[in-house]
């Protein structure tokens, strides 16, 4: 998958390793789970500390 450049992708430095930090509903969480495809639908390019900025200007 793509999770490493994910923008929900966060470090947790207690368990020493990353996860998704999508806050999903037991449904949407499920689906995500079993969905079967290689592709995220949540996915979302982090592009840098400044990819927020970009957009304001």
């Given at each position: 998958?793509?999770?490493?450049?994910?923008?929900?992708?966060?470090?947790?430095?207690?368990?020493?390793?990353?996860?998704?930090?999508?806050?999903l509903?037991?449904?949407?969480?499920?689906?995500?789970?079993?969905?079967?495809?290689?592709?995220?639908?949540?996915?979302?390019?982090?592009?840098?500390?400044?990819?927020?900025?970009?957009?304001?200007?």
């Amino acid at each position: 998958m793509e999770c490493e450049n994910c923008w929900y992708n966060e470090y947790d430095s207690e368990n020493d390793e990353y996860y998704c930090s999508l806050e999903l509903d037991e449904d949407e969480y499920a689906r995500f789970m079993y969905s079967g495809g290689d592709k995220c639908r949540y996915f979302r390019p982090y592009n840098g500390e400044y990819d927020i900025v970009k957009k304001q200007n």
